[in-house]
């Protein structure tokens, strides 16, 4: 069975520190790779997804793959309390309508 | 706003009811799909519609039944559900944007049955 895994959590940042948050999965054959946020009652919004080995950055945010080691990470740099949320790693099959498979997501605080 | 709209936001549900969940999206995206969140378990892939047809059904009971009449929007159609079906019933649509297909959600339906 496919899996992503992620540490629930909580991790504790004060404001203005890099959070970085990690995912692992197990099929090898995945192509794309996802980051969402989700606020607590709300749905998951995307961030940014990768599907090359390396890095990738958006703004504050930075995604970056491994496929070696089949690890994926999402680094926020100047972490603000508004980013506290529950940021969820998703992995895309390779099938003809792409699903994805979810992590149990990884809770992020920021302090002021 | 991420053009994809549901409705209820809240529903409250007795055991013996039938009710629908509706989904729809403005994105012109060619693939749909239900999810169930429930607490402290990963989001679960319920159904997949990619071009109005059905091409997943992730052994879901058949007391959820889902309805895609055109590839705008999607139903989740409900009946006799159980205590334990209570969670966030979230959609969502997607199409290919480069090398991935981007999925967006919906605000989700947050679904209590009594």
């Known amino acids: 069975q496919k899996e992503v895994e992620q540490n629930s959590g909580p991790l504790s940042v004060p404001e203005g520190a890099i959070a970085s948050l990690n995912c692992t999965y197990s099929d090898r054959g995945s192509q794309s790779f996802f980051w969402y946020r989700q606020y607590s009652g709300k749905s998951p919004e995307l961030i940014m997804f990768i599907y090359s080995n390396g890095d990738k950055e958006d703004g504050r945010f930075t995604a970056q793959l491994n496929k070696a080691s089949q690890y994926v990470s999402l680094l926020i740099r100047d972490s603000q309390p508004s980013d506290s949320a529950t940021y969820l790693c998703a992995v895309q099959e390779n099938t003809g309508f792409q699903k994805l498979v979810f992590g149990t997501g990884t809770r992020l605080l920021v302090s002021p | 706003e991420t053009g994809v709209t549901q409705t209820p936001r809240h529903l409250v549900m007795g055991m013996t009811n039938k009710k629908s969940l509706k989904c729809e999206q403005h994105l012109g995206h060619n693939a749909m799909y239900w999810y169930k969140q429930s607490a402290k378990k990963p989001l679960e892939l319920m159904f997949v519609y990619s071009l109005e047809e059905r091409v997943e059904n992730n052994s879901v009971p058949s007391r959820f039944s889902p309805e895609c009449p055109n590839s705008s929007h999607l139903f989740l159609h409900l009946h006799t559900l159980q205590p334990e079906d209570s969670a966030l019933y979230l959609c969502?649509?997607?199409?290919?944007?480069?090398?991935?297909?981007?999925?967006?959600f919906g605000p989700g339906t947050r679904l209590t049955v009594t």
């Open positions: 969502a649509s997607s199409a290919k944007m480069g090398q991935a297909y981007e999925q967006y």
